[in-house]
């Protein structure tokens, strides 16, 4: 791999990424059964308590902060499924990770098709 | 001997399959994707292909991180959409082509890729969406589909080189199939967008642009890019184009393009769709 160079604004879910937030990943892909949505939303910090989330990655969830989920390893894909338990769509997170509000970033994806 | 007809590409955004349950193909929003689509079926009705090999990536539906391979395929005689967690509407089984899938497997790892088979396989959005939209009515056609994955989760990904000599390697193995059956290989995923980090909202019309137009004539334009490079241009997800590279490579022929479509934004993407026929 010759380019390295980093990305501003993106982590690039590597092996380490991947190590570093199994747990919080894990426990977001069970989120594809209604049966653990619901568990999870009946008791957040025992079902986190079940996946081994450490605290920081418990606190990005109590937090429901995107970014945080990320540093603490979070892979997006999984972490969807988490804020789909919110009813957050992808322009949520995506305004919630660049601090825009929802109709000023709406309006952005929109300006860049001009 | 079986024969590939043709290539396909489109986006495959999961608040397309809520569009499509909802039936908003008239709305406003959705109506510039949507009406990219109808000339396709037009073109898949005369040319009737049996088989859509399906060139996706699994968004934590199929695959988890204990086992996440970078190149799968199925071989099942069925392939079901599950829940992803997120609302969208489970739909309809596709049927498989189990015996073409070994043939594919046996041709391709003897071309030194090495595949892992799936004899069971849940498809997501990923494969789903694109089906759904150049073939509404799959159930009553009975296209058969043969799924092939390749990861784009977790970092290291394919090349866009290694991909596209997937792509070869499918395609000399589909046209050394014995039955007189016809083949479209659909590429999904793209184009550009980023999900994640400060840079969610990334889009890149240019450069969207560019691939729409290179990949017809002059795919060898990408095949010495590198995945940070190709996330730079096109955005963390962006980098799906990969998949469409890999269709691509499978397309041995005399490639013409018959429909495109291109739109920003569907959802936080823009939305690209080509038909491409193949003639050998």
């Not at chain 1, 160079?5 to 977001?28: H, R, S, V, W």
């Not at chain 2, 005369?46 to 190149?71: C, M, R, S, W």
């Not at chain 2, 296209?143 to 997937?166: A, D, E, G, M």
């Amino acid at each position: 791999m010759t380019d390295k160079q980093p990305i501003p604004g993106t982590t690039l879910f590597d092996g380490a990424e991947a190590m570093k937030g199994y747990a919080l990943n894990k426990m977001c892909y069970s989120f594809n059964s209604r049966e653990n949505r619901d568990a999870f939303q009946a008791d957040e910090e025992a079902y986190m308590a079940k996946y081994g989330l450490n605290e920081q990655q418990k606190q990005a969830v109590r937090d429901k902060i995107v970014l945080d989920m990320i540093a603490a390893g979070g892979n997006i894909y999984y972490l969807a499924k988490l804020a789909g338990i919110y009813a957050l769509s992808v322009q949520d997170v995506g305004a919630q990770q660049t601090g825009m509000t929802l109709d000023n970033f709406k309006e952005m994806l929109v300006r860049q098709g001009a | 001997m079986a024969q590939i007809v043709g290539g396909l590409t489109s986006s495959h955004i999961p608040a397309v399959g809520n569009a499509v349950a909802k039936e908003l193909f008239d709305d406003p929003y959705w109506k510039p994707f949507f009406d990219g689509y109808p000339p396709v079926r037009n073109w898949l009705a005369e040319v009737k292909p049996d088989i859509a090999v399906v060139i996706y990536n699994d968004h934590g539906l199929n695959f988890f991180l204990d086992k996440q391979p970078t190149f799968a395929i199925g071989a099942a005689p069925e392939y079901r959409n599950q829940d992803e967690g997120w609302g969208i509407p489970t739909i309809a089984p596709f049927k498989g082509a189990p015996a073409f899938s070994w043939h594919i497997i046996e041709s391709v790892i003897a071309d030194e890729f090495d595949l892992v088979t799936c004899q069971e396989m849940a498809v997501d959005h990923g494969f789903c969406v694109p089906m759904q939209l150049f073939w509404p009515t799959y159930e009553d056609l009975g296209i058969r589909t043969i799924p092939v994955c390749i990861n784009t989760v977790q970092h290291p990904f394919p090349s866009p080189k290694r991909c596209y000599k997937l792509g070869q390697a499918i395609g000399r193995a589909i046209e050394s199939y014995p039955e007189d059956l016809k083949v479209v290989i659909v590429g999904t995923g793209g184009m550009s967008h980023q999900l994640d980090g400060q840079r969610a909202g990334f889009i890149n019309k240019k450069f969207d642009e560019l691939c729409m137009d290179k990949i017809v004539d002059d795919p060898a334009y990408f095949l010495d890019m590198s995945i940070n490079g190709l996330v730079r241009e096109a955005g963390a997800q962006g980098v799906e184009f990969i998949l469409w590279l890999t269709m691509r490579g499978a397309l041995t022929g005399t490639v013409k393009e018959l429909y495109r479509n291109y739109h920003i934004p569907i959802s936080n993407t823009g939305a690209g769709m080509l038909c491409l026929e193949n003639q050998a």
